[in-house]
T-cell receptor, first 109, second 119 residues
């Protein structure tokens, strides 16, 4: 069964303290790995798509990487406004996403 | 573009009542998805449409749930009769799928959601 697992469930960082979020997947024939950001009371906001092992994407303080078994979302020198829940999802190309349960990130000033 | 539009944003109803959630996808998108999000189960795909045709409804929990897409700019998710365990946030998402550089792209863009409370 296709599955996406995220860790940790929650993470508290001091402003400027870099860290990484993990997304492990067992999606047969992975055709895309997606990262989303979700703020309280809002819908998930698209961040990145990764297609193949070794691929990297960057946006401001965020950098997403992909290996054959997992993806990482690296957050460099985070700010309080980076606080949110980060979701990852995988697809085998059927247009169905399998979502993880997310990592709740809190960045303290 | 205004993005995906959902209404109502909040719905409080009593058990047994009919609930209808509405969605307007991004213009030009050919896929539409309905999700349910709860603390316990996270985001679950209920059903998705391609060019207004339902493709996969295997995530619809039971016959009380139904979804329609009468045209490219409107979809509804109906629950009849509603039960307290249906309380959740329901999201609609849309995407434009295709191929570019040999890769399939189908990023989904989500609406703000409808928070449903069934008493």
């Amino acid at each position: 069964e296709d599955q996406v697992t995220q860790s940790p469930e929650a993470l508290r960082l001091q402003e400027g303290e870099s860290s990484s979020l993990n997304c492990s997947y067992t999606v047969s024939g992975l055709r895309g790995l997606f990262w989303y950001r979700q703020d309280p009371g809002k819908g998930p906001e698209f961040l990145f798509t990764l297609y193949s092992a070794g691929e990297e994407k960057e946006k401001e303080r965020l950098k997403a990487t992909l290996t054959k078994k997992e993806s990482f979302l690296h957050i460099t020198a985070p700010k309080p406004e980076d606080s949110a829940t980060y979701l990852c999802a995988g697809t085998s190309g059927t247009y169905k996403y399998i979502f993880g349960t997310g990592t709740r990130l809190k960045v303290l000033a | 573009d205004a993005g995906v539009i959902q209404s109502p944003r909040h719905e409080v109803t009593e058990m047994g009542q009919e609930v209808t959630l509405r969605c307007k996808p991004i213009s030009g998108h050919d896929y539409l998805f309905w999700y349910r999000q709860t603390m316990m189960r996270g985001l679950e795909l209920l059903i998705y449409f391609n060019n207004n045709v339902p493709i996969d409804d295997s995530g619809m929990p039971e016959d009380r749930f139904s979804a329609k897409m009468p045209n490219a700019s409107f979809s509804t998710l109906k629950i009849q009769p509603s039960e307290p365990r249906d309380s959740a946030v329901y999201f609609c998402a849309s995407s434009l799928a295709g191929l570019a550089g040999g890769r399939m792209y189908n990023e989904q863009f989500f609406g703000p959601g409808t928070r449903l409370t069934v008493l």
